[in-house]
């Protein structure tokens, strides 16, 4: 597609599920990110793939989250046992290479509540 | 650890003014620095990119500096328009990941 794609728009879920977050990054994009904005928060970086391998999952906050990419392309985000604090919009963003010169660019977010 | 400082965090401005964003980072280390827009209840829109040899870029209205040494960066926007309300990100990247800013709220009104 013409840019980066996540599914769903919305969810809504209740305490204790887990929930699956997809991005679809542009074609022929190596860098992906994960990021989440909670409410009148900045943006807290989660996760970057470069490829298929996480060189940097510093940004996880616990270990209910995981993140994994295949064939270079499409990534998920998996939030096990959902609290309520991990309602956010969880954003996919990708580049050409995480270097010098190449813009990011955002999807439109998964917007994620726990209840 | 870079931190990013955007002032002010809202402004407020008639049309047809013309106005400065103001971001600072504290570790001058960066390869790029990026200027975003969000929409309520949107994603981020690339406005600009400023590679860290560079010291200004330009698209249409918009003009965004870049002073490593100082850790500054601004982003200039001319003649502004009620569509130019939203908020404005910036983001440095010296690593793998863009380090954000909490964004200034600009409203601008007709």
């Known amino acids: 597609g013409a840019g980066v794609s996540q599914s769903p728009s919305n969810k809504v879920t209740e305490k204790g599920k887990d929930v699956e977050l997809r991005c679809d990054p542009i074609s022929g994009h190596t860098a992906l990110y994960w990021y989440r904005q909670s409410l009148g928060q900045g943006l807290e970086f989660l996760i970057y793939?470069?490829?298929?391998?996480?060189?940097?999952k510093s940004g996880l906050p616990s270990d209910r989250f995981s993140a994994e990419r295949t064939g270079g392309s499409v990534s998920t985000l998996t939030i096990q046992r959902t609290q309520q604090e991990d309602s956010a919009v969880y954003l996919c963003?990708?580049?050409?290479?995480?270097?010098?010169?190449?813009?990011?660019?955002f999807g439109e977010g998964s917007w994620l509540t726990v209840v | 650890k870079q931190e990013v400082t955007q002032i002010p965090a809202a402004l407020s401005v008639p049309e047809g003014e013309n106005l400065v964003l103001n971001c600072s980072f504290t570790?001058?280390?960066?390869?790029?620095l990026q200027w975003f827009r969000q929409d309520p209840g949107k994603g981020l829109t690339s406005l600009l990119l400023i590679q860290s040899s560079q010291r200004e870029q330009t698209s249409g209205r918009l003009n965004a500096s870049l002073d490593k040494s100082s850790g500054r960066s601004t982003l200039y926007i001319a003649a502004s328009q009620p569509g130019d309300s939203a908020t404005y990100l910036c983001a440095c990247q010296a690593g793998t990941a863009l380090i954000f800013g909490k964004g200034t709220t600009l409203s601008v009104s007709s």
């Open positions: 570790d001058s280390a960066i390869y790029n």
């Open positions: 963003a990708s580049s050409l290479a995480a270097t010098a010169g190449n813009t990011i660019y």
């Open positions: 793939f470069q490829g298929n391998s996480a060189p940097d």
